[in-house]
């Protein structure tokens, strides 16, 4: 009885029932239920069967995720082994913890936390991946652009790349709620770019005289990144307005565009 009860809430606090019904209108129904496994039973069964009963539209989905474990077991204050996220979003960073959660932990199922992991995916993905191919860029923009992105042709490969494997897959994961997929994809452009740095060798054009294969080059990596950072925008909003922002574009017009390109 106490659920039939709590479970109402989700459309009383939208006004159903009541003569003011417009948050209902525009909340209900809703796209994505998102519950905990504990309690799918109550949500995947009695919730259903009392909105038919009512004639009232069902969730488009229920999307359930599991739970986060601590070096293998279940957070207990009775163990003491309870991660306080504020305390830990204090210490790295609120972008990296929702990174880490994102990428370490799948949506679908159990995933376990331990600093260790953290530290690792921080560093690998992060520090060393992320952070350094945006300095490796945005210091040669700097270096031989005036800190401008260049104007340049579209590159063949880094194109197909994109369009044909990185967006579809990044696409089709964040859609079935699989961020840690998402990701992993976003993060295969990363080492995408990087590779494209260290077997062209910009420095060497740059040193050759080579002024529009090195402008073409630094326009595609510029533009990986661009990409980047659209698609980690649901994940570390500030990381990706701070990129955008350092490529001197518009962050509302990008996200639009690229959204609009992943949608096709």
């Known amino acids: 009885y106490v659920w039939f009860d709590a479970l109402t809430n989700y459309i009383t606090a939208l006004g159903y029932g009541s003569d003011d019904d417009s948050l209902l209108k525009k909340y209900w129904p809703a796209d994505a239920h998102v519950i905990g496994k504990e309690i799918n039973r109550f949500h995947s069964l009695l919730w259903p069967a009392m909105l038919m009963s009512a004639g009232v539209e069902l969730p488009k989905q229920i999307a359930v995720h599991g739970w986060i474990t601590v070096d293998g077991q279940k957070m207990s204050k009775t163990i003491g082994n309870v991660i306080d996220p504020l305390k830990l979003a204090e210490e790295y960073h609120l972008e990296a913890v929702r990174y880490f959660l994102m990428r370490e932990i799948p949506f679908d199922n159990d995933g376990d936390f331990t600093h ?19 300095n490796r860029i945005l210091t040669m923009l700097e270096k031989y652009c005036e800190s401008k992105v260049p104007a340049g042709m579209h590159d063949a490969n880094l194109e197909k790349f994109l369009v044909i494997e990185i967006q579809p897959e990044y696409a089709k994961n964040m859609e079935k709620f699989r961020f840690d997929h998402g990701l992993e994809a976003v993060w295969k452009l990363v080492a995408h770019s990087d ?70």
Do not use: C
Not at 116 to 134: C, I, M, S
Not at 238 to 255: H, R, V, Y
């Open 195 to 264: 590779q494209m740095i260290s077997e062209r060798q910009p420095w060497s054009m740059a040193k050759a005289g080579k002024t529009e294969e090195l402008n073409n080059l630094l326009y595609n990596l510029s533009e990986a990144l661009r990409q980047i950072a659209v698609m980690i925008w649901p994940v570390m909003p500030e990381t990706a307005e701070k990129l955008l922002l350092q490529l001197g574009l518009d962050f509302e017009i990008e996200f639009k565009k690229s959204l609009k390109e992943l949608q096709e």
């Open 116 to 134: 260790a992991k953290f530290k690792e995916r921080h560093n690998a993905d992060l520090a060393n991946g992320l952070g350094n191919l945006t």
